[in-house]
């Protein structure tokens, strides 16, 4: 009996280096279904349902944030804090971020992926906490099927990274990484005040003068067979809170009373979604949300994602603060920010939170 033979599929080669990045695969032509190694089979019961309407995703307006108006204030405040307990994902509107400057930041990010896979090699690293690393997958040694799209992480803070290309790449990452920062701290303030804490609670506890800050750019080239791959597996951020924005491609999906929702986000909002450390500070009273990014078949999709975490050597303990007020004892047991990323990137916590991996 004949047996169909296919036409052999361009298959990735990481170890050896033959071939870096999904980007060059995707768009190198010719590629009509998901290869292999990429093919992420999801549960049908797991589709986000595209016919809901409106989940009324939080907005919070953070001009209101910053308004010193008593009423407005405690409004707003109210608000955050059903977003945080509800959600644990929200939109940032009136965030004072320029428009040119958001979109300047995804363009320069674009030049870099667009570098031949020659000058981006040198930034290939395994070692976690280097300054500057570019990549594909998440963890190519560990991952089972491999993700589609390419990522570049470059660390803003304490220290300032940066790369000499793309050109302009410096100059907006560094006022971005600023002006982004500035609204992470006033969130932080605001949510310690949701916990009915000083202001700085979790500034000071965290170590937020030295805390880490990473540029993450994800590219997400566009893919044949969407259904059968997948941008970023369901996982929770590190860190106490990640900012994120996008070119107009949607494909992030949030997790929200166990089923998957489609996160429509109102053009030049950020998103902000609290972290890992965020759940172990407040023992467990804001969640760190699963979500995901889908790939789709029609444009490359940009995010950036900005999460901001504790000094690398703060341990996070469940505020005592916090426990003492539930009455309920703490959730986890401390392990450093820097013990927690080296779990996260272990097989250990392969598709799972790490959070389960110190729970008490
Ligand atoms: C991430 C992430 C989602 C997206 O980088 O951690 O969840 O929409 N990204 O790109
Ligand atoms: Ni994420």
């Known amino acids: 009996m004949a047996s169909i033979v296919s036409p052999p599929q361009k298959t990735v080669d990481i170890q050896q280096n033959k071939m870096i990045s999904i980007k060059e695969l995707a768009e190198s032509g010719g590629l009509t279904s998901v290869p292999s190694e990429y093919t992420f089979a999801s549960n049908p019961n797991d589709q986000a349902d595209q016919n809901d309407p409106d989940h009324s995703m939080p907005t919070i307006d953070f001009s209101l944030i910053m308004s010193t108006s008593p009423d407005q204030r405690s409004k ?3 608000d955050l804090r059903k977003a945080c307990e509800e959600w644990g994902f929200f939109m940032v509107i009136n965030h004072g971020v320029p428009e040119s400057l958001m979109k300047n930041m995804i363009e320069v990010c674009q030049g870099f992926f667009n570098l031949p896979e020659e000058e981006k090699k040198v930034y290939q690293t395994r070692n976690l906490l280097d300054p500057i690393k570019c990549g594909t997958s998440f963890n190519v040694e560990i991952d089972k099927v491999l993700l589609w799209r ?3 992480k470059v660390i803003s803070h304490p220290q300032f990274h940066s790369l000499p290309k793309p050109e302009g790449y410096s100059e907006v990452s560094l006022e971005f990484s600023k002006r982004i920062r500035e609204v992470a701290t006033e969130l932080l303030r605001a949510i310690s005040e949701t916990l009915e804490l000083e202001a700085d609670y979790i500034e000071k506890s965290m170590n937020w003068d030295q805390g880490l800050q990473i540029l993450a750019a994800n590219y997400y080239p566009a893919c044949p067979d969407p259904e059968n791959a997948i941008g970023i597996p369901p996982h929770t951020d590190h860190g106490l809170l990640t900012i994120l924005i996008q ?7 949030v997790q929200h009373k166990g089923k998957w929702v489609n996160w429509n986000a109102i053009p030049n909002s950020l998103v902000v979604n609290l972290g890992d450390h965020m759940q172990i500070l407040t023992n ?6 699963w979500h995901r990014a889908v790939v789709n078949n029609k444009a490359p999709r940009i995010s950036i994602a900005v999460p901001h975490g504790p000094s690398l050597e703060t341990v996070v ?3 005592p603060e916090l426990v003492e007020k539930q009455g309920q004892p703490p959730a986890y047991k401390g392990i450093s920010y820097h013990d927690f990323l080296d779990l996260q990137q272990s097989a250990k916590c392969y598709m799972k939170s790490c959070l389960d991996a110190i729970r008490l």
């Open 150 to 152: 390419d990522f570049l």
């Open 247 to 253: 070119n107009d491609m949607g494909g992030l999906q």
């Open 76 to 78: 707003i405040l109210h």
């Open 317 to 319: 303990v469940p505020a």
């Open 284 to 289: 467990d009273k804001y969640k760190s949300v």
